[in-house]
Nanobody, 122 residues
Framework: VQLVESGGGLVQAGGSTRLSCAAS????????IRWYRQAPGKQRELVAA????????TYADSVKGRFTISRDYAKNTMYLEMNSLKPEDTAVYYC????????????????WGQGTQVTVSS
């Protein structure tokens, strides 16, 4: 399974941007999608997550009301819409998916995107 991220770059404070993460390869299903970020000198943190079928969506308190996680099932692509950006949102953003591969027995595995830099200028 390969995850290819795109989007991000340099954004002014108060602006918006959208990250994309396209999944390809052999898998039965995508069970959960997540976006993490890691700022310089800090640990990687979970920003947003969603289970398959939109059953459960969670956000870090710092991004609630500003970021939206979504998924295009037909394109196997996940998105992170980021609005009202702040300088403290500056980080490398990583997509992460849990997929099921195989049938007998089914196996769950996690995969990561390569990361994309988002820099918010004040």
């Amino acid at each position: 399974v390969q995850l290819v991220e795109s989007g991000g770059g340099l954004v002014q404070a108060g602006g918006s941007t959208r990250l994309s993460c396209a999944a390809s390869g052999s898998f039965v299903s995508i069970n959960a999608i997540r976006w993490y970020r890691q700022a310089p000198g800090k640990q990687r943190e979970l920003v947003a997550a969603a289970t398959s079928g939109g059953g459960t969506t969670t956000y870090a308190d710092s991004v609630k009301g500003r970021f939206t996680i979504s998924r295009d099932y037909a394109k196997n692509t996940m998105y992170l819409e980021m609005n009202s950006l702040k300088p403290e949102d500056t980080a490398v953003y990583y997509c992460n998916v849990e997929v099921t591969t195989g049938y007998f027995p089914p196996k769950k595995s996690d995969y990561w995107g390569q990361g994309t830099q988002v820099t918010v200028s004040s």
